[in-house]
């Protein structure tokens, strides 16, 4: 097994001296007041873990959209505001005999998100931008791709429906190949 360890780190080590990268996307958010956030509450962490946690896995999630834009472009985002769905209630409030909390989905408890945005070309120029107001009324009907235990999936849907649609001049066409 060290063996085999040994190889992959050397593999690793060759690749990185042959300059062979894998560039993320770069997608720059800026959190801007979190504490003032409408709904970022953990149901059994920290606040402060469960926000860093949120926020770094919405960070991946945008990198991951931001793949399909054309190489150099950067997406800069500037969140004012988020209101996950759902509400943090005392386990006793939803029949559970456990001190825990739980965060309970419900229809009227949407998914919001309001933030800025650019998108620059590689030459640092802005080539869309505007101010976003983003919530999902429907997120409880809509066709979900994604695992009833991802985490965020109701957030990552809407913020994934808003990125296909802000940036369908830039992204490729499906027949495209």
Known sequence: MKNATRSLLM?????????????????????????RYTDVHPANESRVNFRERTFADIQKYMEKLAEKLPDGQKLQMNVTNVDLAGQVWPGSFVGLDSPSDVRLIKRIDIPRMKFDYKLLDANGQQLK????????????????????????????????????????????????K
Not at 19 to 30: F, M, P, Q, R, Y
Not at 159 to 168: G, K, T, V
């Open 11 to 35: 593999a690793a080590a060759l690749l990185g001296v042959s300059g062979v990268s894998w560039a993320k996307a770069d997608v720059e958010i800026n959190w801007q007041d979190p504490e």
């Open 129 to 176: 931008g505007e101010e976003v107001d983003l919530k999902d009324m429907s997120f409880q009907d809509r066709v979900n791709p994604l695992f009833n235990s991802e985490s965020l999936r109701y957030e990552k849907n809407m913020l994934r429906d808003w990125f296909n649609e802000a940036f369908a001049e830039f992204l490729p066409k499906k027949d495209d």
